[in-house]
Structure formats: C-alpha cells, structure tokens
C-alpha cells in the first residue's frame, strides 16, 4: 500500500516558478514510477511526467519539456514537480502517482493539488 499527498501548489503570475512535492508512505516506494499527471477544468486528466525507480529516466509530455523537471529523493519518499516558465495553459489540478514495475498505468494516486496561472 502506497498512500500519496501532494503539496505546494497555488496561484502564481505567468511565468513564475512553481515546486510540487509529493509525499509517501510505504515500504515498497524505491519500487514504483511515480508520474504527474494534471487535469484543466473540462478535460481530461493527462500525463505530464515521470520518473523511475532510481530516477535515471525521466519522461515529459511535450508541452512542458524543458519548462519541468522531475525529481525524487528515495531517501525523503518524495517526488517533485520543478515548474519554471508557467503559462496559463498550465493551470490545473496536478495529481501524483505511483506505477508498480510491469504495469502501464498507476496504481495509487494523490487527491490533487491545484495550480492556477494568471495571464
């Protein structure tokens, strides 16, 4: 059992730099991909980012390449979400979470935090 609580969002100005941190508990968390995934008010949640397990691998959708960073410290249990360059497309509720080795699709999910961007 993985449980997740992101933190850290709030209302920033167009271009201003946002960090997301997702908490976890469990054993087992140095075993999982964890990913950002956000969701705009009438859309479908999406996938943003994620790590593996030792935080060799990072991937990004291609709207925030560059703009984003993923990170995680094993040794803390937390994933981060560096977010530079905000627009406001970014604006959403972002979502952590958490991919057990061998599956495509996440088990475990925070309950959200919200980013909103100002023009």
């Known amino acids: 059992q993985v449980q997740l609580v992101e933190s850290g969002g709030g209302l920033v100005q167009a271009g201003d730099s946002l960090r997301l941190s997702c908490a976890a508990s469990?054993?087992?968390?140095?075993?999982?991909?964890l990913g950002w995934f956000r969701q705009a008010p009438g859309k479908e949640r999406e996938f943003v980012a994620a790590v593996n397990w030792n935080g060799g691998i990072t991937s990004y959708v291609d709207s925030v390449k560059g703009r984003f960073t993923i990170s995680r410290d094993n040794a803390k249990n937390t994933v981060y979400l560096q977010m530079n360059s905000l627009k406001p497309e970014d604006t959403a509720v972002y979502y952590c979470a958490a991919t057990q080795a061998g599956s495509n699709s996440p088990r475990y999910w925070g309950q959200g935090t919200q980013v909103t961007v100002s023009s």
């Open positions: 469990g054993r087992t968390f140095s075993t999982y991909t």
